[in-house]
């Protein structure tokens, strides 16, 4: 069997482009990606990739034993961490700061 990378995220920003970037650089390898599309989107997702849409709090289990990837990359996140501790009103300040002074 082909060897495969797995990729998180892989309807993102970064794990979108590095897909991209493996299918066209690794040709060896069988590009595998997750992702439960909860901020990426399908049309960014190139079509050579075996495309699971699953949370990654599921089980995945049978997503590695059917897939045996020999390397994982993880992209899959809630990536606004900048904004995470803050609160709604505090972001929209922080946003129109420019405007209220
Ligand atoms: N974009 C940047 O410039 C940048 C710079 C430095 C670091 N990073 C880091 O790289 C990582 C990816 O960033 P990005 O810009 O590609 O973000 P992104 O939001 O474009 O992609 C994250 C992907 O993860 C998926 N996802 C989120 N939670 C999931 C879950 N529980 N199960 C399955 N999929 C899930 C989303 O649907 C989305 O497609 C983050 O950790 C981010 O902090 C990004």
New binding site residues.
């Given amino acids: 069997m082909q060897k495969s990378i797995l990729i998180?995220?892989?309807?993102?920003?970064?794990?979108?482009?590095f897909a991209d970037w493996i299918i066209q650089n690794n040709p060896d390898y069988r590009v595998v990606g997750?992702?439960?599309?909860?901020?990426?989107?399908l049309e960014?997702i190139n079509s050579k990739v075996s495309f699971y849409k699953?949370?990654?709090?599921?089980d995945l289990s049978k997503i590695f034993s059917d897939e045996s990837p020999e390397y994982v990359y993880?992209?899959?996140?809630?990536?606004?961490?900048a904004y995470l501790h803050l609160s709604e009103s505090t972001i929209i300040r922080i946003i129109f700061y420019p405007l209220l002074t």
């Fill in positions: 998180t995220g892989v309807a993102g920003l970064i794990g979108s482009k997750i992702d439960d599309l909860s901020g990426g989107y960014n699953i949370n990654l709090n599921e993880h992209f899959a996140a809630y990536a606004a961490e």
